[in-house]
């Protein structure tokens, strides 16, 4: 992406977002049930980096597996790069924990922008005090190994039923998470940064008591120079 | 309903009024599933106004269908009477959002009494900093016409499996939503006064260490005297 | 359990215990998809002692129910021992209360260290205030009479897809709760607290920057000699 | 149950069944999602014996447990009385087996009326085969050990969510499985037997191209009196 | 439609027509999970005419409201057009019956062409034998009165996920039931007649051994030119 | 796999199979929740070629994608090696096919020895009437462009929640479908053999009225000796 795209995200929500995907023929890009841990946190923006899960057979996970320095779970805490997301597919199952409070944290360290699971974390309660922002659907005390194989790093992946290509631009607020087409970043960035402009206009107005109707669409030629005025007002 | 009914439902809880609806044989009025995205609002009291959306087809919902006026979810949000709780049958569906933070503002502004769906709002974030009683299932940010097309207004819906007549008297607490069928509301409510006074007393006597059996419900003649007594005492 | 065992309990985690459990071939011990009300509450630890509902026969579950004193849901509340975990089979289902404010108000002054479901309770927002840990699926204001009948005490049981016997031991923390096989509790808490030691060791390792492969699991020679002297210098 | 009960049961459908039911007050009496391996058997008909599984705990549930003669599974296959139906809450967990082909042909053998769960068979296809009604959700080939532990006979129960007590009357039918309470058997199969003479006049009415208006219910007078002389030729 | 399209459509399947559909951005007209009581009827061909389910309040579902000539269930089945097809929204909820058999003969005997719900039927075993298209989820004895109530006649619903408008052409097959918007009837299944050849011929090649590359879609000019042969010597 | 082995799996059924892996420590081995379309085809025996699905974006499935050859559906069609299955990991989404009738009629000229997937087909009737064994969830009419892409051709996969290795054997019969890794093939063959023939004799003397008690499992000597003579018996 543009050196101020991802600027321009760290402005702008997951609905406005969702909006200009919608625009697009995108309508599947948002995940779908997660939740932030932390959602006092800035949002979430990076390239997305994957992980992926399969059922685990018992015989391949026990607890020896993690001796193992090429486990894909540990190699892709250790390998996921400085700002990208790592987003993990679950297949949905929160039965067991997609990674842990250590793991997040050594993340955090690496400089890594984020991760989400479409199943959960164990110490949650942990991570929710964090400086990075991750998201799942519920808390999972159980080690990943009862329900999950870490078996593929870096490849496309389903996340809460949206695709996810590894490069795709991940941004998080404290709605959830959007996931935009790495080609597309820079052109919604600009658009979303352009709407929310005029939704922060029409919030405002709203709020002064104004009929949202010509509006929002600003389908009166009055809303349109009004919204001119008040960005020129405002400078921005 | 009678002037002093919306004056009792803000003190009184969605339980109780579940347990005065239930002795009436009516047990499917608690709308499933919905949460208080402000739960530190008092009571959400209003006559059901509805919307009603069904599956989207993908040529009928566009983003231009909103320069429409006459748009079903904005006429709804411009229409919606001031008092009224504006319910929202989604089909249960949060994929998409059922309103956003604009919609929710101008609801607020016009004097409505609260909004619930049994999908999703987007702008989640902001419509919980806003002082008006706001119930969804969970976060949505996608606009609604990736999912659903808003088709009827003021018809009886289902919302979480609860049926919803318009009229009906709507009450929110910090637990969830529950539909008081019009012709009931006011004796519900002066029920549902007594059954909290009782309620009250009960707590204290339990805080101060005494059994429920017999006080709960009051078997024991000594605990209705009790009360009684108490009830003077506090003058209520 | 040794007198010890719930003091260490007191302070490791729900995903430490579940990891403990699984190394002894347990992998379903985590009770799925409750949480707690009150997050902020220390640990809950106690033996387990059981209520079973099964469906409501309507005819079975007038309100006047309650007036019987060997009411198994009353009974439960009254004889649950201090110091125990009332642990509720709801068959996951939170249409209608487990229980509410006024029973969970009773088992906190009868001493009693906590109450699971895996349905819901009324009166939600009162219990999150109060001093006793509670855990459910979702908030649920209907009476348990429309969905619920009370049949069997302390009888083994599911909750949350978790098999629960009368006495095993239960510990909830901010994640959730974890079922201890009676018989494992002893030396699931002492290796719990050593895990915990050696987990607090990497947290720290971690945040001054060291990657997790031969630290977790300590496959390096140096960081279990590192271990040893961080243990040592912290004379744990 | 009275001597004619069971014959009068035979001939009528769970659908009427569930209709006496209904204006009984009753309305959760039919077992949820679950249907009939030989749905060309006539209808099952018997008293309910039950046995409730819990999740099993791996230690609990080794294949060595099946060598004891007590295990509560095959206890209730050898004590489950000759004409009675065998009624298992498998929890609606179709992911292991309640029961498989041999089970059931000794079920068969013994002379018990029929067999129910709401969760899975194994051996469905030899199942199907056998001349015994067998009613489940969908084929499980796992066995029990895997999800289920036998925990309880005869105790009340939930099989697809209704409420099980031993002795309630159980029938069957190609459509599903009722479950009717044992004090109200013999009025209820006395109506239902009605029922289904007024709904053979109706639906011979129907194909000879009447109106359903007025007829079915019949609240023209001519309805009634056509019905009286059709069963007075009928000599029913 | 035209007066060619039904006949056309009954010669087609619901996978063709779905192709067809989302060739044209439409991707939900299938109704998900429904199933034909009856597969071996030939296809269901007709015009919508819907009846909308809303949950069933008790005091206004008693067995005494079928007596009421304008009850909308029963005046859908006699108001239904005939050669239209009844197209039932209950909410994706089986719990209860959305018509049984007495009713779906009547609609029979009237000359509709067929019946689709997202619930279920009762006596479903005698409806299987009827002479009319039928498609559900599941069986479902119950009286409807247990869950739903009959609310709107002809109105636009959802059943199944997808959309449906009064007069949109529904097609049933063996596989299911699609809803092609009315104003798309006459081209879709021109175009579906022209694929179904083009498959015909592909199925036909495969069969003899042909690969499916170049041929399905046919890329190769050696597919286009067979084709062009076949159909000539087929005179199609 | 031993050249023996696919002969002894053709005669054996997916319980006793299932119950071979659960001596072995693997409980998870069954695809859950999928169904045969030609129950009455041989049992389907082969190696697992693995396709993946992921989530569809709309820019990147549209009706020409299927126009390259090199489009993983169509190429793991002609690529399946003859005698192997073809297992597809649709991530239990049935919302669109996983495949049609001419695809899994190309796999059966090919000779490939079926296909399973935890999604849908479309064209369900026509494949149900091929002579190829095929499983899915339910039929699913619309292109699976509308919500899968494929992804991956024979990387390891989910399948009903069961994990399937390629070159894993899969094993189909009426009932489902098992995954038994390639490693274990021959000695849970050989041993399912051996159990299929005690099952054989446990069910002739369950037919004659012995009981299951000391029989099944064979704890009684008598029923050691009586299988022994039984099997010299048979000569098998």
């Known amino acids: 992406?543009?050196?101020?795209?991802?600027?321009?995200?760290?402005?702008?929500?997951?609905?406005?977002?969702?909006?200009?995907?919608?625009?697009?023929?995108?309508?599947?890009?948002?995940?779908q049930d997660v939740r932030p841990l932390n959602p006092a946190q800035p949002n979430m923006v990076g390239e997305a980096y994957t992980l992926r899960y399969m059922p685990a057979r018992e015989d391949l996970n026990t607890i020896e597996v993690f001796k193992n320095r090429e486990h894909p779970q540990r190699k892709a805490v250790e390998e996921c790069p400085p700002g990208a997301v790592l987003v993990i597919d679950s297949r949905k199952d929160a039965r067991a924990a997609s990674a842990g409070g250590i793991l997040v944290s050594r993340?955090?360290?690496?400089?890594?922008?984020?991760?989400?699971?479409?199943?959960?974390?164990?110490?949650?309660?942990?991570?929710?005090?964090?400086?990075?922002?991750?998201?799942?659907?519920?808390?999972?005390?159980?080690?990943?190994?009862?329900?999950?194989?870490?078996?593929?790093?870096?490849?496309?992946?389903?996340?809460?039923?949206?695709?996810?290509?590894?490069g795709d631009v991940i941004v998080g607020d404290g709605e959830g998470v959007v996931v935009i087409p790495a080609h597309l970043a820079d052109e919604v960035a600009d658009e979303a940064v352009e709407m929310t402009l005029f939704e922060d206009f029409v919030q405002e107005k709203v709020m002064e008591g104004r009929s949202i109707l010509g509006l929002y669409p600003p389908t009166d030629e009055q809303s349109r120079s009004d919204f001119a005025a008040w960005r020129r007002g405002k400078g921005r």
Chains 1, 2, 3, 4, 5, 6 share one sequence.
């Open 1 to 31: 992406m543009d050196p101020g795209t991802k600027q321009k995200l760290m402005g702008v929500s997951t609905a406005t977002l969702c909006t200009a995907l919608f625009k697009r023929g995108l309508s599947r890009q948002f995940i």
């Open 107 to 166: 993340l955090m360290k690496r400089g890594v922008a984020g991760i989400v699971t479409d199943g959960g974390f164990r110490d949650s309660p942990e991570i929710a005090r964090l400086a990075i922002p991750a998201y799942h659907q519920r808390p999972a005390a159980p080690t990943n190994l009862t329900v999950h194989q870490a078996i593929d790093i870096n490849v496309p992946i389903g996340c809460g039923d949206a695709p996810v290509f590894p």
